[in-house]
């Protein structure tokens, strides 16, 4: 069983920046992929950004250039460096963690999410 847990959400102003951060625990043997995603209200949660247990990082066109995911080397933990912030990035952001090197065939694990709120 893995426990994922966020932290770094709160309210900016546009322009603002914020980051997040989510440690994994638990009993595992390995977690493979973690991800970001997020839920604005009345929309559905969307992938955001992801990273392999071998480091390779990726996020969606709609926040490249502002948002960036990183991992701790040999380690379970992510964080999400946003800057630039945007009203419309208002949402619960969640992590994600995968306990499988295939995304594909692994048990899915979710945080309880963290509100991010950018408003003037």
């Known amino acids: 069983q893995v426990q994922l847990l966020e932290s770094g959400g709160g309210t900016v102003q546009p322009g603002g920046s914020l980051n997040l951060s989510c440690v994994a625990s638990g009993n595992y043997f390995r977690i493979g992929m973690m991800r970001w995603y997020r839920q604005a209200p009345g929309k559905e949660r969307e992938l955001v950004a992801s990273?392999?247990?071998?480091?390779?990082?990726d996020v969606v066109d709609s926040v490249k250039g502002r948002f960036t995911i990183s991992r701790v080397k040999f380690g379970d933990t992510i964080y999400l460096q946003m800057n630039a912030l945007k009203p419309e990035n208002t949402a619960v952001y969640y992590c994600n963690a995968v306990d499988s090197p295939n995304a594909n065939r692994g048990n899915q694990f979710w945080g309880q999410g963290t509100q991010v709120t950018v408003s003037s």
């Open positions: 990273i392999t247990d071998g480091g390779v990082a």
